[in-house]
């Protein structure tokens, strides 16, 4: 898949992992609307395009996990551009820590996982009919292997894995490419929230990610995002342990249960101390 001359939507692009991809993509000649919740938040990334690339990316501030607002997305872009050639599913939260309550699951589930379902519904009956489209879901290292510290996100990054998985079996020979976005630990409020949070298992929750890998800047993602979608590569990692780390996981799980309860008892043990 060539992004040049192509058309998206990233939402999440107020920023982070969101805003790279956007920018990426236009500097890769694709026209782009960039959504994000933070109205000006994602309008911030289209100005810093508009003197290099003008006309190239539109802003809408938008909740994209209502059917309503990720229709209307769609018709913006087809509007401003034409029809939708990529969708970027990239927002995300990081839901509560523990077990959380029901409310707390609700946003999680929502943004998480059911924005992907709803915007896949919208798109790609129409995908199937023009016999091409791409969806790019941003999921997480924990949706492989599981997050110390919350119990929403890990449940939601997972799902969202496995329904970036159905869509490309079931539509994968119906032209519609899938790809699934499972970094470990890249620098964005997100990644921080856990450590600012106060909460001992949030603090260590923070500190899994940070000390299992390098954490990576938005734009080295971006640009390993746009490269997996030109090779048409369903799992993108941005760090390759990842997955190694699946595979030891998978060669026995107790084993690696126990080793994650282990490595948990020390995280906290240093978050307490802190």
Known sequence: MQVAGKNAIVTGGGGGIGGAIAARLVRAGARVVVAD???????????????????????????????????ELI???ETEFGPVGLYFANAGVM?????GDDKDWGVTLDVNLNAHIRAARLLVP???????GYF???????GLLTQIG??????TKHAAVGFAEWLSVTYGDAGIRVSCLCPM????????????????????ATRAVTSAGAVLTPDEVGELVLAAVDDERFLILPHPEVLD???????????????????????LEGAGGQ
């Open 126 to 132: 129409g995908w199937v009919e023009r016999g091409e």
């Open 95 to 99: 839901g509560g820590v523990g077990l």
């Open 136 to 142: 790019v879901s941003t999921a997480s290292a924990a």
């Open 185 to 204: 630990g890249v620098e964005t409020a997100l990644l921080r929230a856990g450590e600012h949070s106060g909460d001992t298992l949030g603090m260590a």
């Open 245 to 267: 780390m699946y595979r030891r996981k998978g060669a026995d799980y107790d084993r690696w249960l126990a080793g994650m309860r282990h490595y948990q008892a020390r995280l």
């Open 150 to 155: 919350s119990a929403a996100y890990s449940v």
């Open 37 to 71: 919740l933070n109205a000006d938040a994602a309008a911030a990334v289209v100005a810093a395009l508009e003197p290099e690339f003008p006309g190239a990316a539109v802003a809408v501030g938008a909740d994209v996990a209502d059917t309503d607002r990720i229709a």
């Open 75 to 77: 018709a913006r872009c």
